[in-house]
Each structure stands twice: as C-alpha cells, then as structure tokens.
C-alpha cells in the first residue's frame, strides 16, 4: 500500500456525462499528479498540482480539468466524455523535494459506453 | 519535451535467467530516473530509482545502471522468479520545477518457470 488512495475503483458512464475522480496524497506529500493509462498509450501524464497550485501541464485535454484543495486531495473533473477516454487513471504523490520519488495510488478505471 | 524509449516491448526468460530492459531519453536535463512494476490491472509500484550523479545502484536481484553520455538506462533481473512476471516501465524527469514522469512504453516480461 503506497498511502495514496483513490476513489472511486472502478466508474461506468455513457458519452457526453461527466464525472469526477479523486485522489488523497500521502501524508505530508504536497504535490499531486494525474495520469491516463490507456490500452495503447502507455501513461501518459496529465497535470501537476503542487500545494493547490498547478504547477505543469501534460497532454490534458480541454475537456479535462483538475484542481487540489486546501486539505491536498485532488480531483479530475472529466467531462463530455467519449469512448476513447476510457482508460486508468492514476494519482501519485510526492514530497516536492526533489530529487523526489511519485508514489501511485490504485487508479480508477473509467468505462465508457 | 523528454522523450524515452524502451527495449524491447516484450521478454520471455527462463526462470533463474537474468532480464535486461533497455531504456533511452532525449533531454539532457532529466536527472532522475525510476523503473517502476506493474501487474495487471494493478498500480505501477516502484522499484528502484537512480540519480544522475550515480552510475549504478544494486538492490538485492534488482540493479540499474545510468550512462548520462549516451542518454540510456538498463534494468537488470538476475535470477528471475515467476513472480517477476510483469509489465516494467522505466521513467524520466528532470526534478526541477515540474518534476512530473515521462515513461516508457513498457517491457512485458514473462519468466518462464
């Protein structure tokens, strides 16, 4: 167990809905990342979030959005969905010393239909 | 932005056998490079990591090496076990400002018993 938990496991929604993951980093991380892993993709990193600011952006979609809150859990708001975003998604965390390691929490996996 | 390549994307050994996973990456910069293990459906989980100002680390059957001349890094698997079977991804990241990961597209290994 990494210390990073992810809610909810598994998501089953049609296109065009829009749903919301979320993520816990670890205690005492302050920063948070959001990755897709896709079938044919590999992971691919979305964005970073560190301490409630952004601090970088991947290959995130518009329709995609994130935020972190005071507390340091993070959501990805995912909206209009289609079918090619079904996929995992991972959080990880990190202290934001670097160098620094990203530890993965369990994903969710989002299926579309 | 960084670009990392790994070889190859599929390995069959025999138990006991060693594994070689071979990774490059485009950007001078990157300074931090984990490998990460995944078994299906699961969370990448790391397993070792080095920094670029260390040419090999070693833990236990597990070692990497980094040459930062050439751009490349190498997973070694001595004495392979069944339960090394999984997919491998090695990472990235330059550990300064966004320190996010560029992975990979993963090496599936299988160890044969």
């Known amino acids: 167990d990494s210390g990073v938990t992810q809610t909810p496991k598994h998501l089953i929604t049609a296109t065009g809905q829009r749903v919301t993951l979320r993520c816990s980093p670890r205690?005492?991380?302050?920063?948070v990342y959001w990755y897709q892993q896709s079938l044919d993709q590999g992971l691919q990193f979305l964005i970073q979030?560190?301490?409630?600011?952004?601090?970088a952006k991947g290959n995130i979609l518009e329709r995609f959005s994130a935020q972190q809150f005071p507390d340091l859990h993070s959501e990805l708001n995912l909206s209009s969905l289609e079918l090619g975003d079904s996929a995992l998604y991972f959080c990880?965390?990190?202290?934001?010393?670097?160098?620094?390691?990203?530890?993965f929490g369990p994903g969710t996996r989002l299926t579309v239909l | 932005g960084e670009n990392v390549e790994q070889h190859p994307s599929t390995l069959s050994v025999q138990e006991g056998d060693s594994a070689v996973i071979k990774c490059t990456y485009s950007?001078?910069?990157?300074?931090?490079f984990p490998w990460y293990k995944q078994e299906l459906g699961k969370r990448p989980q790391l397993i070792i990591d080095?920094?670029?100002?260390?040419g090999e680390k070693k833990d236990q059957r597990i070692a990497v090496t980094l040459n930062k001349t050439a751009k490349h890094f190498s997973l070694h698997i001595t004495e392979t076990q069944p339960e090394d079977s999984a997919v491998y991804f090695c990472?990235?990241?330059?550990?300064?400002?966004?320190?996010?990961?560029?992975f990979g597209t993963g090496t599936r290994l299988t160890v044969i018993p």
């Open positions: 950007d001078s910069a990157s300074n931090y």
């Open positions: 990880a965390s990190s202290v934001e010393a670097p160098p620094d390691t990203q530890y």
């Open positions: 979030y560190y301490n409630g600011e952004e601090r």
């Open positions: 205690s005492g991380d302050l920063s």
């Open positions: 080095i920094r670029s100002n260390v």
């Open positions: 990472a990235a990241s330059t550990q300064t400002g966004a320190n996010n990961l560029f």
